[in-house]
């Protein structure tokens, strides 16, 4: 599928970093409020895992003395642009991974992070990349999952628009791009899903999850592991 090699193959590395740097002020509230959350939500954690880790923009906020910090992805390009964003000396590690097929030892982090829409964005099956983090965290931590608010809708096709118009996506496909879910002409697609869409999802794993919306533009779905 065109998503799953899409961040591997074109939208990787300076080219992501790019996507970010241009972003309205409303979408970089968005992404702070995002990243707030999630530090807000994982501040004991020892150990935290994230999946699509990208150029490392979230993982340099994660780091702090005495806590490990791993991100994966499928982009060499990417991963080895981390360097640039971290110290020398932290306890930051990356990997080139399938976040549906982690390669970690059962309950090896106390969490595990996919934000920014990665759970649509992959288009990976949703049920099997939950499954994973959920064996990869440790009793008594806890996976966060993020997906765009509705609310967030004419920030996030803005954006989009931005990106297309210097070339780092193709332009938005108007007939395809429909409420929730952005198609572009190069193949690109990306979707949401909704509160009852994560709340079928964990029901499918036997798992409760808490879920909050966040700042009007993301929807946090977080599921504790029981011990």
Known sequence: MIGGTYYRTRLSGNRLRRCYDLAPPRVRQYLEAEIAHVLHR????????????????????????????VGI?????????????????????????????????????????CIQNGVCAFRADALTLLREALRVARPGGRV?????????????L???????????????????????????????RSGTLSADDFTRLCSRLGVEPRIVEVDGSSLFCEVGVRG
């Open 42 to 69: 994982t501040e004991r954690a020892r150990s935290i895992l994230e999946l699509g880790c990208g150029y490392g923009r979230v993982l340099e906020r994660l780091e702090r003395p005495g806590r490990r910090v």
């Open 158 to 188: 803005r954006w989009f628009r931005l990106q297309g118009a210097e070339g780092l996506v193709g332009d938005i496909d108007e007939t395809a791009t429909r409420l929730g879910e952005i198609v572009c002409t190069d193949g690109f």
């Open 73 to 113: 992805d499928t982009s060499l390009e990417s991963l080895l642009s981390v360097r640039d964003r971290v110290s020398d000396r932290s306890r930051c590690d990356v990997s080139a991974m399938d976040a549906a097929a982690l390669a970690f030892r059962p309950g090896a982090f106390d969490a595990v992070i």
């Open 144 to 156: 966060l999952l993020s997906t765009y608010a509705a609310a967030f809708w004419p920030h996030r």
